[in-house]
Nanobody
Framework: QVQLVESGGGLVQAGGSLRLSCAASGRTFSMSAMGWFRQAPGKEREFVATISLRAAITWRGINTYYADFAKGRFTISRDNAKNTVYLQMNSLKPEDTAVYYC???????????????WGQGTQVTVSS
């Protein structure tokens, strides 16, 4: 089993920044990728970004991948020594308001089905 705990959410004004963290524990050696998803009120959960945890595991040779809305504003990174993945979010917009979930899996994927473990989520609210 893998346990994931997110932190760093909160309330921020439009144009501001937040950094989310996801700390993994348990059988983390079995994981090859970690990703972020989000779910806004009344909407389905959607992919945000993913990162490979191993140099040999990539998606079409790419270590990280972002949803179109995240490109240029969000950056996913990892600290393998701390078993932690981060999501730096800049230039936040009110439409970024959502619960952000961390997920871990064995492939670098962009769908929920490719991730076996999920955190409890952290609320991000962007005011206009």
């Amino acid at each position: 089993q893998v346990q994931l705990v997110e932190s760093g959410g909160g309330l921020v004004q439009a144009g501001g920044s937040l950094r989310l963290s996801c700390a993994a524990s348990g059988r983390t050696f079995s994981m090859s990728a970690m990703g972020w998803f989000r779910q806004a009120p009344g909407k389905e959960r959607e992919f945000v970004a993913t990162i490979s945890l191993r140099a040999a595991i990539t998606w079409r040779g790419i270590n990280t991948y972002y949803a179109d809305f995240a490109k240029g504003r969000f950056t996913i990174s990892r600290d393998n020594a701390k078993n932690t993945v981060y999501l730096q979010m800049n230039s936040l917009k009110p439409e970024d308001t959502a619960v952000y979930y961390c997920a871990a899996g064995t492939v670098v994927g962009m769908t929920e089905e490719e991730y076996a473990y999920w955190g409890q989520g952290t609320q991000v609210t962007v005011s206009s």
